[in-house]
């Protein structure tokens, strides 16, 4: 089959918040810019965000500033983030907000006509910038917008299978069409992973289906190094029923706008768990409260938590919460207005992610970028609410950027035609091979076995059982084949690449769970229930080395001399409290 091909000077993988910025980014510093995704544009996950975004306008607080808004970032990661990314999207959040409204984005307003901003758990003042519970959506519109009126040509519907590497440097991808199955292979002298987060290896999770870890494993077998992979988040408040929606979002401005949550016997219970911050304690402690009850017998009839708004006044509920209104109303037959809604933990965001330079979004690969959530290190153990659609525009505009810089100082790149034989023998192996394993059916072992034994509370016997679960899926990862062999529209042709990606990442965060003995974040260890020491400086580094191993590193947490006060400050004034 003849192969498409194209070549740019930056080439971005991702239409979500994240790549459309860096898109835009690259363009607007001259660089022939290409985007590629695999859905629809305009259909990326982060449409879905909902409560907010994170920025320091001080325009419902005016006390607020972005020294506070790190402080709150580093508390809720558990010290363990990257303090000058910490640092960056505190200080530039606000700009990228306002920038954002210049370019169109249509956000609540308060009575002296500014954005408004909500209260979310972790954050000390009302930070969200928001649209009602649309966020996402006003932010994708108003970018995607901005995107193809800035020279940046777009392939939706297009699968990248593979980095393309010559020596060490990546010098394009490889794919093909979802529509016709058409292969296409992509030269470009700098490319920016931009491909999201990985929740589709748990069963019950808010993600999209996109959500399969590409950039994760596409960064990992190109050779960079990938930071925190340990560190899930599962948000506290997914439906619980019916089954056919468990784990679609209940966003935390819900709990923002004055939610309470109970338990069966009608005790607020989250005092009992952070009696200081009740509703808006940080995700990880809601979501271990929750799933506390319930295992201790307190839980709703379909095995959650009640969530309230009911006291609160219906229109303004109606105003403030009109998606969350309707998914309960259309999909359960639920008032909210006038009844408890039942919500229980969903695997929701992954802390870690390709180990990039804060400054301009470079990993250790020559000619390879990352931003997004497919990056790590900005939020340590645990990430606050609002503070993705922050950081997808903070570090997404920082990645184009350097990507571009990278680009401009090259004069071209040639793909090694080994490299691109190899990508295609790999998918055509997927349609046309004797394989025997049926993609769906070991996308569902995955789900159980990090289910059962990597899920929101973690031992050493769960977690080795589960690597060595997720080993043997390794040893039969090569017999994938997908059901039928036609190339159009095919998902488990697409299926069977997500899977082996799917699986890489899964083998980080179990190797990544028991290696750290201790609990903090968003990882529980009920054998280690207590803060370490060491742990509380140390980051784990995930590599691959050689062609096969997996080799993962404690490394030193980066620090910043002139942000110690404001640490040191916060940690004297959390044990103060
Ligand atoms: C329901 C929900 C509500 C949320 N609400 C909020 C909120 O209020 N505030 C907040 O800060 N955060 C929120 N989040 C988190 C936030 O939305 C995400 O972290 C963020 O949108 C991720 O953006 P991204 O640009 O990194 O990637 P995504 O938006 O996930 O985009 C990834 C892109 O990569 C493409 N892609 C993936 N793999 C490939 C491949 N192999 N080849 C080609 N393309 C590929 C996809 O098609 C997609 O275009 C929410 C998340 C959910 C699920």
Not at 167 to 178: H, L, M, N, T
Request: proline residues 3%; charged residues 25%.
């Amino acid at each position: 089959m003849a192969l498409e091909h194209h070549d740019y000077d930056v080439l971005v993988l991702g239409s979500g918040g994240s790549g459309l910025r860096a898109a835009i980014a690259a363009a607007e510093a001259g660089a022939r810019t290409g985007l590629v995704c695999k859905s629809l544009l305009g259909k990326a996950h982060t449409v879905m965000a909902e409560g907010g975004l994170a920025a320091s306008l001080g325009n419902v607080a005016p006390e607020d500033s972005w020294s506070t808004h790190f402080q709150d970032t580093m508390f809720g990661g558990k010290y363990l983030n990257n303090w000058r990314m910490a640092e960056l999207h505190a200080k530039e959040a606000p700009d990228r907000a306002r920038e954002l409204e210049h370019w169109g984005a249509v956000f609540d307003r308060t009575p002296e006509r500014v954005m408004s901003q909500r209260a979310f758990g972790g954050h000390t003042y009302k930070r969200l910038v928001h649209i009602g519970d649309r966020t996402g959506l006003e932010m994708i519109r108003t970018l995607q917008d901005k995107t193809v009126h800035s020279n940046v040509e777009v392939f939706m519907e297009t699968t990248i299978t593979r980095l393309l590497k010559d020596g060490d440097r990546v010098v394009g991808a490889f794919g093909y069409r979802r529509a016709t199955g058409e292969l296409i292979s992509f030269s470009a002298k700098a490319l920016v992973i931009a491909t999201g987060g990985s929740g589709r290896i748990y069963r019950i999770t808010s993600n999209s289906q996109d959500c399969t870890g590409d950039g994760y494993a596409l960064g990992y077998e190109a050779g960079a190094e990938l930071v925190d992979m340990e560190f899930v988040q599962f948000h506290p408040t997914g439906m619980v029923y019916p089954p056919g929606v468990a784990g679609l979002l209940v966003t935390e401005a819900v709990r923002g706008e004055g939610g309470i949550l109970r338990n069966n016997l009608g005790e607020r219970f989250m005092e009992k768990y952070d009696p200081k911050r009740m509703e808006l304690s940080t995700r990880d402690v809601v979501a271990r409260s929750i799933y506390t009850e319930v295992k201790e017998g307190r839980g709703t009839p379909h095995g959650g938590a009640f969530l309230d708004v009911s006291h609160l006044d219906s229109d303004y509920v109606r105003r403030k919460l009109p998606s969350m209104y309707d998914q309960f109303m259309e999909l359960a037959g639920v008032d909210i207005t006038k009844e408890p809604m039942q919500v229980g933990p969903t695997c929701h965001y992954f802390m870690g992610g390709v180990k990039v330079d804060p400054d301009n979004g470079q990993s250790r690969v020559p000619g390879l970028f990352a931003t997004g959530e497919a990056s790590g290190g900005m939020n340590g153990a645990n990430r606050l609410g609002g503070n993705s659609l922050g950081d997808l525009l903070v570090f997404g505009r920082r990645a184009g950027e350097g990507a571009a810089q990278v680009a401009n100082a090259i004069d071209s790149v040639s793909l090694p035609d080994e490299e691109v034989a190899a990508a295609q023998a790999e998918i055509d192996g997927f349609l046309n091979g004797s394989g025997t394993e049926d993609p769906f059916k070991m996308h569902r072992e995955l789900q159980t076995i990090m289910g059962d034994g990597v899920g929101i509370f973690r031992d050493r016997a769960g977690i080795s059982e589960a690597i060595s679960k997720l080993e043997s899926l390794e040893a039969r990862v090569g017999n994938l084949k997908a059901p039928s062999n036609r190339p159009d529209y095919n998902p488990g042709w697409q299926l069977c690449r997500e899977v082996k990606n799917m699986l890489t990442v899964s083998l980080m965060i179990a190797r990544g769970a028991l290696m750290r003995e201790e609990s903090r974040g968003a990882h529980s260890r009920l054998d280690h229930t207590g803060y370490s020491d060491y742990w509380g400086e140390h980051n784990i580094v995930v590599h691959r080395d050689g062609d096969h191993d997996m080799t993962l590193t404690p490394t030193p947490v980066v620090k910043r001399d002139e942000l110690e006060d404001l640490v040191e400050a916060r940690k004297e004034a959390e044990k103060a409290s």
